[in-house]
């Protein structure tokens, strides 16, 4: 792009000062049209106000003689007599208005009573109904529109009410031409080329100022339409329009105020554009005179400058060059200052260039030094990244060899303090792996001293970082022997040697060396190599946390291993002597049940509870290791309550009241496992009976409420204190209790009627007003879905219970062994005992059994390899096998059944449980 010269910029600047001249004129001239254009509305719009303002006062005139015919006597007259009179009266006024067609008298329903053109009681009705309507309706006088007659005349009808007695009797009605309103407008003084029109409600010209009877009758222009139609609620205005003789005009429209009728007068837009046109060329004309004579001027002053410029040109060239510089002398201030400027600035230049040259090697340097942090960064991050790869001890410690050797050192050493504080040696890294194992060999045959600097003791100790360069003076002389002696013969120059801490504790050292490739460290160097040990500190802490957590978890997995078996053998061993007690007490009650029954009442009371310990910290177990496998079914909670009463019986029989029960009538049927809910119902009331007194009242209440089964158990016992509510429910947590301990109890039933309950997709809760006030336990269970009952299948007629079996009875136990024996044989079976798997395979070879009662927890062969063999034997494949064994989490059911048993019942056993599982084998 061509660059401006001196003299066009003075002509610009010429020009510029023109231009707020020009701008001024400009708004002046802006102004000044727009005056012009608005007192043009303003006329316009005066003339069509006075023109309705004649229109109107002739349609006031013509409604104001009608008034006074409608005052007269005769109009009033009800008889033939009277409207004659006011005929004759109506013909004289329309004798005196020749513009009018004709007076017309009509009755309030639309029928003309006489015309002054016909006789009175024409019977014909009127043409526009539509302001006879309104004169009917509002008893005041109306205009209305140009309508068609019926001789196709056009006209309109000027109507006043005729009232007496307060009512209109008749409506005067005056027909009037259009001409008349045309002559209104030929007497008022309308401009030369204006053209007036007189629309009536309807929009239809009535009159207009120029060729009137051509356009009468006819709607305004479509865009006089528009116009109209836009500003229907203005009772004036202006805007510009083509009217219907294809000019453009600027229409001032006025309104009337006595007829809903328009005024429309269009003035010819073309005399104010002419106007403001001869002022548009006057005011560019002047302008462009006014910037000629600037621009000559300026064009003419500019030589007295343009030419000293082109000496101050040459000056310049010279001192770009170089050369010695003429003296430029034009008269004019800034000229000569320019070049006595150039002059000094030929004498600055040279010292300029030696700055200059300075300026450069320090960039040089920064440049080389912004580099160098760019590549340590680049090398932080991707230590980072290599380092966060992998959480094993092994390829983390290769990692930061990697990232370390060679980019940053020749050698790292890494060593970590192991569990008891002592320093392992973990990585000696080379380029050179010969060189590597030489070090290593080296490092590991001395023993270094904890207070040298330089010794990883010493950096471990004090938390400080050894960096130096081996070539300082004297470094090397004033070092204790035995670094000197290592840094010596590998051939070291230089170490840094820094501890390694990580989330403020010292994990170990690492040395950074450099050797064969003589280089050195520098202080950025050090800030590197500190990150680089931050990072690798925190890399390997992260391993070692790691390596910690999967042995906590080994531990925790041994541990709960170790629980479940626990728990498994705690519960064989309890119920194991359980057993033959439960059944030696079942055999004394039958052989003589008056004997000793107080004392067997406690021995049975004591069985059971210890029976329910035992259940209860099996449950729990199985409910944390999340073990507990419902068999959920349709069942309805009345039943469930029922149950339950019947299984804490032996708690509720010592009270002098049992429970009071609150059951609805309808069956409440939720979706569960029968024998869990069971469980839950039967611990809340253990709990109710264990914390009252005898004599105080316990209430169980079922309802259903908003899509859910509650049920309550209320007691009102010891409470529960505030501090003990919200952990109520807690595993082992129980109240405070007296020394005696008579509610006893391990804390369980609680926790596992909470579990059972979320189990089920309920929800329990407790509350009590505190000590000494009660509890009151709620159980919420969603109902179940409302489905069509199953058809009962028929049941099959039970087997003969009386039916003599031989059964074989194999248990280690001898106790439990006799006492069951004693019960079979009383029940009339025929019982054979074996103590060992051996000795029942024996029988089983000599003899035949219907039905066998294997323990699980055999001596040598276990009840299952037992029953296996029994189940491959052809001749015992049919026998009926139950597993009895102290063993009774759903894990060892499972198992028995894998094994073959048909049936899998826990110690103590229900007798009548273990003889209906024979039959039904």
Request: glycine share 8%; charged share 25%; proline share 5%.
């Amino acid at each position: 792009m061509r660059t401006p010269t001196l003299s066009a910029r003075l002509l610009l600047v010429a020009s510029a000062a023109l231009l707020p001249l020009a701008v001024v004129c400009g708004f002046a001239l802006h102004g000044l049209l727009k005056g012009q254009r608005e007192q043009t509305q303003a006329s316009t719009l005066g003339v069509a106000r006075a023109l309705a303002t004649a229109v109107d006062s002739e349609l006031r005139l013509t409604t104001a003689a009608l008034q006074a015919l409608a005052l007269t006597e005769p109009l009033g007259a009800a008889e033939s007599s009277g409207l004659v009179d006011a005929l004759l009266l109506a013909k004289a006024l329309r004798a005196s208005h020749p513009e009018w067609r004709g007076v017309l008298l009509v009755a309030p329903n639309g029928k003309v009573v006489f015309s002054t053109e016909g006789a009175v009681n024409g019977g014909a009705g009127v043409v526009e109904s539509e302001s006879l309507a309104q004169v009917v309706r509002t008893g005041q006088p109306a205009v209305g529109p140009l309508t068609p007659g019926p001789r196709g005349n056009l006209a309109f009808a000027v109507r006043v009410p005729v009232v007496r007695d307060d009512a209109v009797r008749y409506v005067l009605t005056a027909v009037v031409r259009p001409e008349a309103i045309h002559a209104v407008l030929t007497r008022q003084r309308v401009p030369e080329g204006w053209a007036v029109s007189i629309f009536d409600s309807n929009d239809l010209r009535v009159a207009r100022s120029r060729e009137d009877e051509r356009f009468r009758g006819q709607a305004p222009s479509d865009t006089l339409k528009e116009l109209l139609g836009a500003r229907r609620d203005l009772s004036e205005f202006v805007g510009t329009t083509r009217n219907v003789d294809g000019t453009h005009v600027q229409t001032a429209v006025s309104r009337l105020d006595f007829a809903p009728w328009t005024v429309a007068l269009g003035a010819p837009t073309a005399v104010a554009e002419d106007d403001m046109r001869r002022t548009l060329i006057a005011y560019g004309s002047g302008l462009l005179v006014s910037l000629l004579v600037g621009g000559l001027a300026a064009w003419w002053m500019s030589r007295a400058i343009t030419r000293p410029m082109a000496r101050l040109r040459q000056s310049a060239d010279a001192l770009g060059l170089g050369q010695p510089l003429t003296n430029v002398r034009s008269g004019i201030a800034e000229v000569d200052a320019v070049g006595k400027a150039l002059a000094s600035a030929a004498a600055q230049r040279l010292q300029h260039e030696v700055e200059r040259e300075r300026l450069l090697g320090a960039e040089r340097d920064a440049r080389t030094a912004a580099q160098a942090a760019q590549l340590r960064l680049e090398r932080l991050v991707s230590a980072s990244a290599a380092l966060s790869r992998s959480l094993e001890e092994d390829s983390t410690l290769q990692a930061i060899a990697e990232v370390i050797v060679p980019d940053v050192a020749d050698l790292c050493r890494i060593d970590l303090l192991d569990a008891h504080g002592v320093l392992q040696r973990k990585l000696t890294h080379h380029a050179d792996p010969a060189r590597g194992a030489q070090i290593a060999a080296m490092v590991g045959a001395r023993q270094a001293p904890a207070d040298v600097p330089g010794f990883f003791p010493w950096a471990i100790a004090t938390g400080q970082t050894y960096l130096h360069n081996l070539d300082e003076p004297g470094l090397l002389d004033a070092a204790h022997p035995q670094l000197r002696e290592f840094m010596q013969g590998l051939e070291i120059t230089a170490a840094c040697v820094v501890p390694l801490v990580a989330r403020g504790r010292t994990i170990g050292a690492m040395a950074i060396l450099q050797d064969r490739s003589k280089r050195r460290f520098g202080p950025e160097d050090g800030a590197l190599i500190g990150e680089l040990a931050q990072r690798a500190a925190l890399a390997l802490d992260n391993v070692r946390l790691l390596t910690r957590a999967r042995e906590a978890q080994a531990q925790a997995e041994v541990a709960s291993k170790a629980k479940d078996e626990f728990l498994a053998m705690l519960g064989h061993e309890l119920r194991n002597p359980l057993a033959p007690i439960s059944l030696a007490l079942t055999l004394i009650e039958r052989r003589d049940h008056t004997a000793f029954p107080r004392e067997r009442q406690i021995i049975e009371r004591q069985v059971k509870h210890l029976s329910r310990l035992v259940d209860d910290l099996l449950d729990i177990s199985r409910i944390v290791s999340g073990k507990i496998v419902l068999r959920p079914e349709r069942i309805d909670l009345r039943d469930t309550v029922a149950k339950a009463l019947e299984l804490t019986l032996p708690a509720l029989q010592a009270r002098t009241h049992m429970p009071h029960v609150s059951l609805p009538a309808a069956p409440v049927a939720v979706q569960g496992d029968p024998l869990r809910l069971a469980q839950i119902v039967g611990n809340l009331l253990n709990n109710a009976a264990k914390f009252t007194r005898p004599d105080e009242r316990i209430d169980i209440t079922l309802r259903t409420h908003e899509g859910h089964a509650e049920l309550t158990v209320a007691d009102a016992g010891i409470g529960i204190a505030p501090a003990l509510l919200a952990q109520v429910f807690e595993r082992f947590v129980q109240g405070e209790q007296q020394l005696q301990r008579a509610a006893g109890g391990l804390g369980l039933g609680l926790a596992i009627a909470r579990s059972l309950v979320r189990l089920h997709g309920g929800t329990i809760a407790a509350h009590s007003e505190g000590p000494g006030q009660g509890s009151r336990f709620t159980v919420r269970l969603p109902l179940a879905r409302d489905e069509a009952p199953a058809a009962l299948s028929p049941v099959a007629a039970p087997a003969d219970a009386r039916a003599r079996l031989r059964l074989l009875l194999v248990d280690d136990n001898r106790d439990a062994l006799v006492v069951l024996a004693d019960w079979f044989t009383l029940e009339g079976h025929e019982v054979r005992t074996a103590e060992s798997a051996e000795r029942a395979l024996e029988l089983l070879q000599a003899e035949s059994f219907d039905a066998g009662i294997f323990d699980v927890g055999l001596p040598a062969m276990s009840g299952h390899d037992l029953a296996r063999r029994v189940r491959a034997d052809a001749r015992s494949r049919g026998m009926v096998l139950l597993a009895l064994t102290g063993y009774g989490q759903e894990s060892d059911r499972g198992k028995a059944l894998d094994a073959g048993f048909d049936a899998h019942f826990a110690k103590p056993p229900d007798l009548a449980r273990i003889q209906d599982a024979l039959y039904r084998g």
